[in-house]
Structures are given as C-alpha cells and as structure tokens.
C-alpha cells in the first residue's frame, strides 16, 4: 500500500521556524516529482513548493519565496519542507503529494497525497 505521511507541524510562533517531513512508503518515489500543499481554513488548497525527482529542480509560490526550503532525501524515501520567518498567514494543513510530472506540481494533478499535518502560526 502507497502511503505518504506527513509529520512536523505544530504551534510556533510568529517569526520562528518548522520543518516538515514527507516519509514514503510502499513504493520508491526516486523517478516521482514531490510536493507540498497547504489549506487555510476557509480557503482553497494551494500549491507551496515542488521539487523534481533529481532533486535539481526546485519551485514555490510567491508567498513563501525565500523563507521556505524544500528538499528529499531519495535514499530515506522523504521530502522535506524547512519554514522559517513564519507568519500567521501560514497557518494551515500542509499536505505532501507525488506524481510522475514535475509540471503537475502547480496544478495538483498528482497521484498521490497525505493525509496533512497542522501548522499553527500565533501572532
């Protein structure tokens, strides 16, 4: 069974920092293109940051630029999200998703989703 499991999130505060993890299991996701989403409450769910298989290619949303990082270790089978400079706005359910299309990314075509972990940003 294809699983993917988010872990990390939690409450911090405004201006601190979080890092989530995306462990796969059930499959290699070596030749998948990963990544992360998250869903406000009351809000659509969005893309944040992709990366490609090889780890070479790297996207993300306007909003986060420069403040999150997104990695993977294709041995260990997991993507990682590092958030720093948190804010408010980034209160949310950050999902993980792969799928074999690096250009699927910003639409979300993907084959495969966690089930989220909650990031709560106090101000």
């Known amino acids: 069974q294809v699983q993917l499991v988010e872990s990390g999130g939690g409450l911090v505060q405004a201006g601190g920092s979080l890092r989530l993890s995306c462990a796969a299991s059930?499959?290699?996701?070596?030749?998948?293109?990963m990544g992360w989403f998250r869903q406000a409450p009351g809000k659509e769910r969005e893309f944040v940051a992709g990366?490609?298989?090889?780890?070479?290619?790297?996207t993300y949303a306007d909003s986060v630029k420069g403040r999150f990082t997104i990695s993977r270790d294709t041995a260990k089978n997991t993507m990682y999200l590092q958030m720093a400079s948190l804010k408010p706005e980034d209160t949310a359910v950050y999902y993980c998703?792969?799928?074999?299309?690096?250009?699927?990314?910003?639409?979300?075509?993907?084959?495969?989703w966690g089930k989220g972990t909650l990031v709560t940003v106090s101000s």
């Open positions: 998703a792969a799928g074999p299309r690096y250009g699927a990314l910003l639409t979300g075509d993907l084959d495969y």
């Open positions: 990366i490609s298989w090889s780890g070479g290619g790297q």
């Open positions: 059930g499959r290699t996701f070596s030749s998948y293109a």
